[in-house]
Structures are given as C-alpha cells and as structure tokens.
C-alpha cells in the first residue's frame, strides 16, 4: 500500500515528545537519521544517544494525509505545519530498496562478490582462470561487501587464504550476517567453516547463500557460541568495538596458537583500545582503514611464549 512519509526536524524539540505524538497519530514506524554528518560513537548499555542535528522520520498509512490530522499532529508536536515535510511514497519492497546500488565488486586479486542473479562483469571471466566468485543475497542480514569494514575482511581472507595451501585453513566467522566472510573462505579455499551469529534471519541467510555457493556441507551454521570449534585456523569477526574488547578472552581461545585474527567494526580512534585488549594472546596491529574504520589483525603467540610471559611478570 501507498504511504505519508512526515519529517520533522528536533532542533529544540523534545525527542521523546515528538515520538510520542507521532505514535499516537498513528505512526507505522519512526526512523532518527542526521541532518548533518556528525559522528556517534557507541552508547552505553541502556543509552540512546541522538545526533546534535537530528531529523525524526515518521511513516504513515495514506489516510493520515488528510489535512486535519497533520493539523493535529503538529500541534501535538508544538510546531507549525509548515515545519511538517510530507511526501507520498508509493508502495515498494521496502527491505530490498538498500539493495539498489549492490553491483558486483572484486576484492583482491581474485575474490568477486555478485548479488544474486546478477552475471558476473567480463572482467571477472570464469571461475577456471582463477577467479572465484560468490554469489550473494543479504536477505535482511549485514554484509554484501559495500560497507568499509566487510570489504577490508573480504581482502584479509583472499590474501591469507591461498588455493594450494596444505592443510586447507579452517574458519570461524563471528557475527555472520549474510554469511559473506564464512562462504567467501571456503569459495577461497578454506576446508570448513563455522558462521555464528545471534540473530535469527542472519542464520538464515547464511543457510540460503551457502547452498546457493555449493558450500552448505562444509559450513557449520551455529547458534549458540558454545558449540564453536577451538581449533580456528582464521578468525574473523565484524562487530563493534564494544564487543571485540568485551569477547577478547572468548575470541583467543577459538583460535589455536599461531592462529591468525582478523577484528573490525571499529573506528580509526577505537584500534588501539581493541588492540590492547588482544595483546595478551595475539601479536596484533592495524591492517588496514578506510573510511574512518580500522581493520586490526594478527596472529596468536604459541602457548610456550604464553607461558613463559606469565611465569616472567610472576612475583
């Protein structure tokens, strides 16, 4: 069905206010978005944390546009109409709309990742010379390759994973999502493969991608972080920083010793703090930023030099 999209700028509003007027007047969903470009880091457990310049976006059904109720919705808000900004918009698969501008994209030197019944570019030919492609659809889970992080993560497998290695590297991927990473290794070359994540429709579009990819046997979907292997040879996990220093301790011992790590999801002025709370089990270092995010990376010290640094700091 069609629907009202009302905008209203919080400059010296009451967030909540607005809120609640809108839910009120019958609001389907409401949506906080920057009017400028002003950077949030993350908010404590518990915290909402707002833009200085915050726009609140309320969508309706098309009914609400009758001008009597928009009337009423601005005086429940406390501004004029005039500061209302109502667009019709017609009505669309709205879940897929952030899905229009994923094309296929190389990472690497021979990694393609292609959305779903989208044909690989020339330039990516076959699988036989080399190239290995990936066939994606995100479903209403994260990562297609076009955020910052998930790229640098996509580059770190195709460089560290190598066709003729032996043994064939095995994965974790913490925090799958769409499953990009945990396909994208095995597509590489990886032997298996395990994808977790705390979010149901993630499961499930690792689930459809990996049987898309012929990759569904070597892949272990998992639901809960206790039933994840604790012999990774690469781990790779796209989080936020909160989290990556919160799981440190959880995170090393995935991986077996010398094992390597890959860590994102945070910020430029987040890598040392990660960093830190990983030295302890890994050699670790930025890999690589774009954007404003960081990729650290580095690979866990044997258990004899683990040691020996205990029994060296002992009194």
Excluded at 204 to 230: E, F, K, M, Y
């Amino acid at each position: 069905m069609p629907f009202l999209r009302v905008r209203i700028r919080l400059d010296g509003l009451d967030a909540e206010q607005a809120e609640d007027a809108c839910l009120a007047a019958g609001a389907l969903s409401l949506t906080y978005t920057d009017q400028r470009d002003d950077a949030i880091l993350e908010p404590a457990p518990g915290e909402v944390r707002l833009w200085p310049a915050t726009r609140l976006e309320a969508l309706f059904a098309a009914a609400a546009a009758e001008p009597a109720r928009l009337v009423a919705l601005a005086a429940r808000i406390g501004v004029p109409l005039s500061a209302l900004e109502v667009a019709h918009l017609p009505d669309r698969a709205w879940e897929r709309e952030w899905l229009r501008d994923f094309r296929p994209m190389r990472f690497g030197q021979r990694l393609w990742i292609c959305p779903a019944g989208m044909a690989p570019p020339a330039e990516a030919g076959g699988e036989g010379n080399g190239n290995v492609i990936v066939r994606l659809d995100p479903g209403l889970a994260f990562g297609t390759g076009t955020h910052p992080t998930t790229a640098m993560c996509l580059e770190w497998l195709e460089a560290a994973i190598h066709p003729d290695a032996a043994p064939a590297p095995r994965v974790i991927d913490y925090g799958c999502g769409s499953g990009i990473l945990a396909i994208a290794a095995l597509r590489l070359g990886a032997v298996h493969a395990a994808a977790f994540d705390i979010d149901a429709q993630a499961l499930t579009a690792t689930a459809d991608n990996a049987a898309a990819n012929g990759v569904a046997r070597s892949l272990d979907i998992v639901a809960r972080d206790a039933d994840l292997p604790h012999d990774a040879d690469l781990l790779v996990a796209n989080i936020l920083a909160g989290p990556l220093i919160e799981m440190a301790p959880r995170l090393a011992a995935l991986c077996r010793p010398g094992g390597r790590l890959a860590l994102a999801g945070l910020l430029d002025g987040q890598a040392a703090e990660v960093g830190a709370a990983y030295a302890r089990w890994f050699r670790i270092a930025p890999a690589g930023s774009r954007e404003g995010w960081t990729l650290l990376a580095g690979s866990r010290h044997p258990e004899r030099s683990v040691r020996m640094r205990r029994q060296e700091t002992s009194p």
